[in-house]
């Protein structure tokens, strides 16, 4: 079992930056990859970035066209931590977002963490 803790979220503007934060505990997720999540209102929720499982050369990402040049995700395995950066934040990045492994794991789903962009 592995609980997520998201954090990191806020208000920000357009065009603005933020860096999201996720604590993984219970277990090591050194061996799993690992994504990000969103879903806002009315919305289902859809896949934002993923990160494979460290090797000791490389890590290997991939993005949803609409983040893509924008966001960075990257881990830190000794904090058993995953990481969102966020830059150039638009309207439409509005949601909740939430880290699990990937693919997903319907019982590891967090709280999540609201970030919210105004025009």
């Known amino acids: 079992q592995v609980h997520m803790v998201e954090s990191g979220g806020g208000l920000v503007q357009a065009g603005g930056s933020l860096r999201l934060s996720c604590a993984a505990s219970?277990?090591?997720?050194?061996?799993?990859?690992m994504g990000w999540f969103r879903q806002a209102p009315g919305q289902e929720r859809e896949f934002v970035a993923s990160i494979s499982w460290a090797t000791w050369t490389s890590t290997s990402t991939n993005y949803a066209d609409a983040v893509k040049g924008r966001f960075t995700i990257s881990r830190d395995n000794a904090k058993s931590t995953v990481y969102l950066q966020m830059n150039s934040l638009k309207p439409e990045d509005t949601a909740v977002y939430f880290c699990?492994?990937?693919?997903?794991?319907?019982?590891?789903w967090g709280q999540g963490t609201q970030v919210t962009v105004s025009s």
């Open positions: 219970g277990r090591t997720i050194r061996w799993d990859a």
């Open positions: 699990n492994t990937n693919p997903p794991d319907y019982s590891y």
